[in-house]
C-alpha cells in the first residue's frame, strides 16, 4: 500500500500506481507525436483525407472485430504479461512510421496489424485492472488523477513536439516515443496478479453486445468513441490547414488551451464521488456538444484558442463522470468485469468506425468542419450510459 494523499480517502493501491505509473509513460510516448500524427499521415497519403480516415476507420474495425476472440487467448497470457507485451507493440508501430519512406504500403499494413495487438494486449487489460485496482470511495478522484496527469503533459507536449518537428523533423520524435514505450515496461513489473478470466464465447459475446440489456451502455460508449475520434484525428488536421501548416504554431495554441483547464481537472474528480454522476453527465455532454457547434464556424488562431479552451472545460464535467461510471458500472459485474470490459472496447471502437465512415462523406462533400456536427451529435447520446 502507498500512503494516500490527503485529497483521497483511502490508500492508493499498489495495482493503481503501476497502471498509473506505466500509463503515463506511454502516453508521453503516444503524446509527443499524438497531435500530429493524423497530420503526419495525411503528408504521407499526399494529403488525401480520405486515406487518413480509412487508416483509422480500417485498424479501429480489426480490433472491434478481433477483440472477443484475442480476450479469449489472453486467458493464457495474463493480464499483466498482457500490459508489459503492449509496450512492445506499441513501440513497434512507431518503428513502422520511421521506416514509412523505405517501403510504404508495407509498413503501414504492419502498422496496422502491430496497432492492433497493442490495442488487445494494452485496453482491455488496462481497463480490467482499473475497474479492479481503484477504490470504490475514490474512483472519481483517481480517474481524474489520471485526466489530470494527461492535461498537464498536454501543456507541455504540444509546444515540444512542434518545436521539435521544426527542428529535426517527425523521425527525431519517433525515435523518443518508442523509448518512452520501452520504459513503461518497468513500472508494469510491480503489478500484482488478477485472476481475471474472459469466459464467453465470440458468439455469445455477440449476442450481448446486441442484447436490450447492454443497449444503454453500449449506444453510450459508441457515442464516446465517435465523439473521441473526432477530437484526436479531424481536430488536429483541421487546425493544421487554418494556421497553414505551420507545426509550432499548432503546437502552442494546443497547450494553451489545456492549460486554462487543467486545474479544474482534481475539483472535477471530487465532484464525481460527491454529486450525482449521471446529472454531470447530462449537463457536461450538452454544453460539449455546442463545443463542437461553435467550432464548425472557427477561422482564426485566436478563435481556435477560444473554441478549445471552452471545449476542454466542458470535457472536464463529461469525461470525468462518464469515466467513473463506467468503471463503476464494470467493478458492479463482479466476476464478469472483464467481459463487459470487452463490450465497452468494442462499442467504442464501433463508434470511431462509424463516424470516420459518415466524416468521409461528409469532409469530401461539404468540408472537413462540418464533421463537428456529427461529434456534437453523437455527444448527446452519452447521457443514455
Known sequence: MFKKPHYFN???SQGFTALFSGRMMMFMGNGILGLFLPIFLLTKFNYNIGY???YYLIGHFIYAAALPWAAKILNKVGLRRSLRLSVFFNAAVYGC???LDYNFWLFIILSVVLLTFYRVTFWHPFNTDFAKFTDSGDRGKEVSLIWAAQSFLSVVLPVL???LIVRWGFDFLF???ITL??????PFMALPRTKEKFSWGYKETVQKFFSKRNKKLIIANMANGAENAVAIIIWPIFIWQLLDGNFFQVGVISSLIVLVAVILQLMAGKCADTFDKRNMIRWGSVFYALGWLVKVFVLTSFQIFLAGAYHNLTKIFKDTPFDTLNYELMADRGHYVDEYTVLKE???NLGKVLILLFAILVALNFGINWTFVLAALASLFINLL
Open 161 to 163: 513536439s512542434g518545436a
Open 52 to 54: 487518413v480516415f480509412s
Open 346 to 348: 468494442m462499442a467504442v
Open 97 to 99: 512510421f520511421f521506416l
Open 10 to 12: 483511502n490508500h492508493l
Open 181 to 186: 514505450f520501452l520504459s513503461a515496461f518497468i
Open 175 to 177: 525515435i523518443i516515443a
